[in-house]
């Protein structure tokens, strides 16, 4: 299994803040590659889906109405211990807990506008990598 790798979405709140240049900016400073990248807008179906781990939480629906409230960026990032190092540099799920410096302290607003997803494995990384993105798009 690539363990070097890790998967990323800037979501709805960031880029409808315009956060997308300077978020990505956090991210290759921060020493990552981006191996594949697209701008996207996931249906209904697709949010369900991707979040499916999520199904019986009770914020399950509302996290579904907001990564479908308009376009998203996804990304494949690739960097030495790149899922640990990766949920280092965006900070806690709750921005209020995140630490200084991280990318939810910096362009979060709650928990649930978070600004940013995080794979939690190497094994969730490959499988969010592969649902949004087909092997010729990665480099
Ligand atoms: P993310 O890392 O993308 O994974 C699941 C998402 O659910 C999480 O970020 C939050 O945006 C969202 N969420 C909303 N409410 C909660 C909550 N109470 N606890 C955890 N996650 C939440």
């Given at each position: 299994m690539i363990t070097n790798r890790t998967f990323t979405m800037l979501k709805p709140d960031s880029v409808e803040k315009g956060n997308v240049?300077?978020?990505?900016?956090?991210?290759?400073?921060?020493?990552?590659?981006i191996i594949a990248m697209k701008m996207v807008r996931l249906s209904r179906a697709d949010a369900k889906d991707f979040y499916a781990i999520h199904k019986d939480r009770p914020f399950f629906n509302d996290l579904?109405?907001?990564?479908?409230?308009?376009?998203?960026v996804v990304a494949i990032l690739e960097k030495e211990n790149a899922v640990e190092d990766f949920?280092?540099?965006?900070?806690?799920?709750?921005?209020?807990?995140?630490?200084?410096?991280?990318?939810?302290?910096?362009f979060a607003t709650s928990i649930s506008e978070?600004?940013?997803?995080?794979s939690d494995s190497n094994e969730n990384a490959l499988i969010e990598g592969s649902y949004?993105?087909?092997?010729?798009?990665?480099?």
């Open positions: 240049g300077p978020i990505i900016e956090k991210i290759t400073a921060a020493g990552f590659k579904v109405e907001f990564m479908v409230r308009g376009p998203i949920r280092a540099l965006i900070g806690a799920t709750n921005p209020a807990e995140a630490a200084e410096g991280t990318i939810r302290k910096l978070n600004a940013v997803h995080g949004h993105f087909s092997g010729r798009e990665v480099f």
